[in-house]
Nanobody, 120 residues
Framework: HVDLVESGGGLVQPGGSLRLSCTAS????????MAWYRQGPGKQRELVAA???????NYPDSVKGRFTISRDNAKNTVHLQMNSLKPEDTAVYYC??????????????WGQGTQVTVSS
């Protein structure tokens, strides 16, 4: 049973920073690609940041230069450092683990989400 537990969300003023964490259990963490998604009010869920097992990162233009994803394999944890936050970053943020055991054996697991609100 794979379990992902997110933490670190909250209320922050525009221009502020937050650091989200996601700790995994029940999976071989260092093998997995990990990602953060978000879903704002009335919007579809969208990719925010991704990191491969080898440490390669990927960001959409909307957060590039402001958000940084990192992983600590010793602690089975992935972090999302968010700086220069804007009101449009307000959303529920979800952690995702991607297990890849070969063709037709790919599995995705999601955390429960953590609320991030950017408001003055």
């Amino acid at each position: 049973h794979v379990d992902l537990v997110e933490s670190g969300g909250g209320l922050v003023q525009p221009g502020g920073s937050l650091r989200l964490s996601c700790t995994a259990s029940g999976t071989i963490f260092e093998r997995n690609a990990m990602a953060w998604y978000r879903q704002g009010p009335g919007k579809q869920r969208e990719l925010v940041a991704a990191i491969t097992a080898g440490g390669t990162t990927n960001y959409p233009d909307s957060v590039k230069g402001r958000f940084t994803i990192s992983r600590d394999n010793a602690k089975n944890t992935v972090h999302l450092q968010m700086n220069s936050l804007k009101p449009e970053d307000t959303a529920v943020y979800y952690c995702k683990a991607e297990e890849d055991w070969g063709p037709d054996r790919k599995y995705d697991y999601w955390g429960q989400g953590t609320q991030v609100t950017v408001s003055s």
